[in-house]
Structure formats: structure tokens, C-alpha cells
């Protein structure tokens, strides 16, 4: 297939237009990271590194701080909105555009126009964001060259309509198990019953007050909520076995240990046989009190808002480094047949970057 | 396939036997129709119907009273455990032992030795009575010569163990749904969770005490009961739905619309959005009080129990003939790999009931 040419030179809107041609959905983006990382090669102040389909770049300027910019190569499968499209109004069109080429499109053109920052940068293009996290790229580097991601602050280029989101809320998947004896439903006192034995858990979870605590001046907002149900044998026999699977939005001042021995807590008494954690990842601290972040804040504006949703801000935070998010895509329409960004908001963003870490 | 002779001058034991190696698994009950509209053929004093594979016999002697010994000449699929094998203790094994070929060679046997008996009797042979209720035969000849079932009094020589059980209990089944908005589980407060609205539900069920009715003289048990329930879209999604799949069993003094209702109103103040009658099967009453059935009772003997689960007598029932379970097979090992039956117990059947036909 043939694919467009990546030319850095190209204001922040044309080229997102350029990397939303260039197709990379989830698994297929080889060509794409071999041609960024055929461009960030050509950038003699830079210094290039690549694991898989990673690619990571940096200045080596000796400065006080490091900053690194990081964004996703991939997209969501293309529905019949490729090639993009620019309309009268400078909006532009096609898979991609919010979530997030307009983002990767600042990364690069900051890198090609700012070799002397007043902060050493890090640049990560990373794959499969939008798959299951175990093929995420960011989590591959970050388990094989945490080095690479070395920083005192990262900012993701995700959709985040221009604004700055801080942190994200840890999530945690139990499943809670209530049991019961067979019976046929005709002598159902002979059995007993699993599906009646769940009862006290959704009384408590119908009850269930969430925190929202200020962290950084952000207002968290958690939330204890069944996402699943089931239990039932047949039509005609009393179930031995029903199965609700809770899920925890909390905020990132609790530890995954602390959030883990709260739902314990919060279902301890109501009959349930079995709690199997099946799925956990923790929180993000936003790190907005960090100096590198505030001098961030500042040259950006607006007022920072908290991620609820949990996202790679919070490898990052892993690995001792904060980070928020902060891109020109608009997160409304990421995944949709409709998605678009405002091109003017691309320009805005990458200006914003610019004085930060040129001023 | 050869197919045993039915010879019905055997002792009801040894016509279980050939009954037994006659396999006529549901839905291939051809060819034991045909065999048991032969013999019955045969007989000068009854005249015979059939519609489908099931066969319907009656003597025409213009007695006050008529009375119907009915029976489905279906087994559940065999298990490796035909042709049948009769044990030193004199204890017959193998498929439909119990349920129920031993009920149909006590008709059988008085069909062919009681001529003269002091009630008119109606015999019916039935098929596809182990699976879907709209295959059985008994039901299909209800609805198309319902006159061919028309009697006083009847029994159903299902295997009851020997002892009477009068009536059946009514089942209702209702799918109760709550509704909810869908959101992320990250912004639940953007939604609204269908599946902690099933809360009122399962604590009225964990809460219902069931009746226990004495009807007749028999005590029977009804039972209000989660078999299932299901809600979940995904594992980081709001559930906008959430259904709770009861099962109501209730005594034969409730008619079907009372018992519906009794349901509506159990539920009316716990946030159901849709109420959908799933499957209904009205109860029926024992009917002991009728002279045919005190005579009966008196000539068998025993206490009657009552009969929870829905049976045939049910469709007696409604076309107005009381009706009642009264057979040699023990229910227990019904359906079961191990079925048997105690041969002396299908001859003390037979003797019980030719008593009361012809004291």
C-alpha cells in the first residue's frame, strides 16, 4: 500500500491529515512507526531508540528537568471515514483525527521545531493503546527500558478537548460470589436459593455513598457499581450459584491495596462465599504541585480538570513520574464514525507546548 | 427394529419387562402404539380411538360412573439401561421401569381382565409426555376430543410410590425488568445502574413467606423463587437492563388469574419496568371429596400426599375431571441411569385398583 510522506514541515493540521491517511488501526502499525522513526532520525539533536513498533526519541541537552510528550500511533478499525477530510470551516475529518493523530502530529512537529527546549524532552510513539492491555506498547517499553520513560513530568497527548486533565481514578473488577443448594423449584425448602442470597449486596450497593474527594485541587469523583449479574440453572430448579461482578472507580489517594480492602470491607457481611479479584490497575496522583507541572499549568491556562476514566498517565505515575493529559482532540467523538478535531485547536496546542519549553 | 410381543395374559411384572425392551424413547412411540391399539383391538368389550400415537380405549356398560386410567407410553432417552433385567429380588431395572411402563401394564392388565367393571372406564395412552408441553399427547387430545377424556374421576398412574398424590400445584413464571441508563463505569453518576434497581426485588424474595394451604385434607407448600437473573452490558459499562426470572408455585386453591395477581401485587412497589408472563400452568384440586375419588381412596388405601410439582392430572383438571397420581414407580429414580422398579408393588397396583373396579 502506498502511504502518504510525513513532511515535518507541514503546519500541525496538514499533518494530522497526513497521519490520519496514513492507516495504523491496532496491530498494523509498523509502517507508520517506521516512517516516524525515519523522520526523527533525520533530526540531528535527537537521539532515536525503537522496540517493536515503539519509538523513542530525546534531547540530550544536560538541562535541569526532563519532560516527556507521549502519544499512541494507533487507531480504532477505520469505518469508511479514511482518507480524512478538511471541511470550509478548518474542521477536519476521519478515524483517528481526535484520538489521537492530532496529538501525535504535535509531538513531531515540536520535535522537529524545538531543538534547544529549556527542558530535555522525550518523545514516545507507542502501539495497540486501543487493544487489551497486555499488547499495550507503552507498557511493553515501560517493562523493558523503563529507562526510555525516564522524566519529572509526562504529558499524553489524548484527546482531551484542550484542557488539562490530572491524574486518573484506579479501577478495580470484583467478582462476589453467593451459594446456595440445588433444588427442584416445585420443593424449593428442600434447596436454597443463590439468586435470593445476592439480595444484601445489591441493598448495599443501591446504598453505597461515593467518596469525591480534592486531590490538587481536583475534585475526584469514585463509584461502586455491579456491571454484571447472573445466576439461574433452568427454569425449574432453585440456583446454587449467582455471581455479581462489582467495579470500583476510585480515587487516586487510595493505594490498589487500600481500595481492595475497602470493597472487602463495604461486602463483608453480606453472605458472600467467594471474592475473586478479577481485574485491577491503580490510580494516578495528578503530580499538578510539581514544579515542572506548574510551570506546565501555567503556560497552558485553563483549569485543570480530574480523569476519571483510567488511562496511560498511569504508567507513568508507576514509574515515578507525573503526568496528565492534554491533547487537542475532542474525547466526545474518539471511536466514532463522525470523529474530527478542530484543526485550529492542533495549532493552539502545539503553541502552547512551544512557549512552555522555549520561554 | 423387533419389537417384543405384548402378551397381556402376562403378570403385570413381566408385561413391565417387555414394556421396557419395547423402546419408545419421545417422539418414536409409533410402533408401541401400534402394538397397544392391537391388543386393545383384540378386546370385545372396549372400543378404541386414536389420533396421533395415542390410542384411547373405553368400555360402554351405561354405568353411573366413569373413570379414566391414563398414561404416556414415552421414556426419557435411554441410558444404556435396555432391555430391562429383572434381579433375584425380584426388583425390575432398566429405562421407564419406574416412569412409567409399569403404570401402563396395570392398565393394561385391567384393561384385559376386568370386562365387566362396576364404573365405565376409559383408558388413554399417550405420547411425548418428557418433553415440550405443546407435544404431549394428552394435550393434544384435550384439545382435539376433549369427549374422549370425559369422566367422573381420574388417575394418572405416574409413579407415585404407591401412595395417592392428589392434585398438583400451579407454576407461573414472570420476567421482572428494570431499566437503568447506560454510561461508563468511570462516570457513573452520568447513568444510572438497572442492576442495584433489582435490589427491592431480590429483598422481597429473600423476605416472602409462602403459604401452606390445607386443601382436601393435604398440605400443600407453595414457593415464590429467583431461577435466574442477568444484567450486564461490559465490564466498564453502566447496565441499562436487568431482568429477574421468577418462578411462582402455588396451591391449587388460587386459580391462574389469582395467582397473578398475588405476583403483581408482591412486586408492585419494587421499580419493575416490564412484567412479562413467561410460562403458566394452572394447578389443580385433588378432588378427594367426590364420591368416585372417596371410593377410590378407600379401596387403595394409605394417606394421600400432596403433589407439588405440575403434572397431567393438571390437564384433567381443567377439562373438569378431577384426578389424581396413583402408580407403582418410585418418582425418585426417575430420569435416572439406575431406574427400577419392585416388581411385587406393579402387582399390588393392579390388585388395588381391580378391588375398587369391581367391589
Redo the contacts between chains.
Sequence with gaps: MDHPVLDLSLDAGALTARLVDFRSESGDEKALADAIERELRALAHLTVDRYGNNVVARTNLGRAERVVLAGHIDTVPIADNVPSRLDEDGVLWGCGTSDMKSGVAVQLRIAATVPEPNRDLTFVFYDNEEVAADRNGLGHVAKAHPEWLAGDFAVLLEPSDGQVEGGC?G?L?VLLRTSGERA??????MGS?A?????PI??R??AYE?RRPVIDGLEY?E?L???????????????DE?T??V?F?YAPDRTGNEALAHVREVFADCGVTEFVV??HSGGALPGLSHPAAAAFMEAVGGTPRPK???TDVARFSALGVPAVNYGPGDPIYAHKRDEHVVTERITHCEERLRSWLTS
Tied chains: 1, 2.
Excluded at 427442584?184 to 425448602?189: F, G, I, L
Excluded at 439468586?195 to 439480595?199: P, S, T, W, Y
Aim: charged fraction near 15%.
Design positions: 481514578q479501577t473488577r427442584h423449584s416445585a420443593r424449593a425448602w436459593n439468586i435470593h442470597a445476592a439480595a445489591l441493598a450497593l443501591a461515593p469523583h463509584g457499581n455491579a456491571v454484571r449479574i447472573e445466576g439461574g440453572v433452568a427454569g425449574n430448579v432453585i440456583p449467582c455479581v461482578t467495579n472507580r478479577d481485574d476519571f476514566g483510567w
